[in-house]
């Protein structure tokens, strides 16, 4: 399979908080780039194609704060286009 999309992407198992709106949400990177992130959450926590969400990424004491816009969302996955 050639999936150009997966190159340059690292599987990378990080706890993060998500917020949409004012509500947050916990789920975990499954693998990521320089460009967006795999994000798996609980089923419970559906979240919308289109949604811009702010990421906190915890590494080495330190956490780093993207926003991203949802490009896929599937079950209790979803990937997270950086901006």
């Not at 599987?11 to 998500?18: E, T």
């Not at 919308?48 to 991203?68: L, M, P, V």
């Amino acid at each position: 399979m050639n999936d150009k999309r997966f190159m340059g992407r690292t599987i990378c198992k990080r706890n993060v908080i998500f917020q949409i709106g004012e509500s947050r949400y916990h789920g975990a990177i499954e693998n990521m780039s320089n460009y967006g992130a795999s994000i798996q959450t609980e089923a419970r926590h559906h979240v919308e194609k289109g949604a811009t969400i702010h990421i906190a990424i915890s590494c080495d004491n330190n956490e780093d704060y993207r926003k991203a816009q949802v490009v896929w969302s599937e079950g209790g996955a979803f990937g997270a286009k950086f901006l």
